[in-house]
Nanobody, 124 residues
Framework: QLQLVESGGGLVQPGGSLRLSCAAS????????IGWFRQAPGKEREGVSC????????YYADSVKGRFTISRDNAKNTVYLQMNSLKPEDTAVYYC?????????????????WGQGTQVTVSS
């Protein structure tokens, strides 16, 4: 059974960068699309970015477009989220989750349970 573990969060100043990792075990990651989600205090969880299982089609929420980049390394069974030009409003717990396989990815097609997440705090 696929299990995902997020890591790479931390405290960073506005304008800084972080790279989050989503490491898989129990099943090959390349079968699935993978989505990154985040939940800020008092807000609902929202989709940030996703990558499809076929042809690595990617999608970004408008709030992160041009600043975040999602990628996968199937040899390492890991998906990354490179976050640049971070803003205080990016502060949240970030989660990755498996999505239905296919040519595109859709946040609503989550097929697995949530992991523990990794905290990202952007503050001076």
């Amino acid at each position: 059974q696929l299990q995902l573990v997020e890591s790479g969060g931390g405290l960073v100043q506005p304008g800084g960068s972080l790279r989050l990792s989503c490491a898989a075990s129990g099943s090959p990651l390349d079968y699935y699309g993978i989505g990154w989600f985040r939940q800020a205090p008092g807000k609902e969880r929202e989709g940030v970015s996703c990558i499809s299982s076929i042809a690595d089609w990617t999608y970004y929420a408008d709030s992160v477009k041009g600043r975040f980049t999602i990628s996968r390394d199937n040899a390492k069974n890991t998906v990354y989220l490179q976050m640049n030009s971070l803003k205080p409003e990016d502060t949240a717990v970030y989660y990755c989750a498996p999505l239905d396989p296919g040519n595109v990815c859709t946040f609503g097609d989550r097929v697995g349970s949530w992991g523990q997440g990794t905290q990202v705090t952007v503050s001076s």
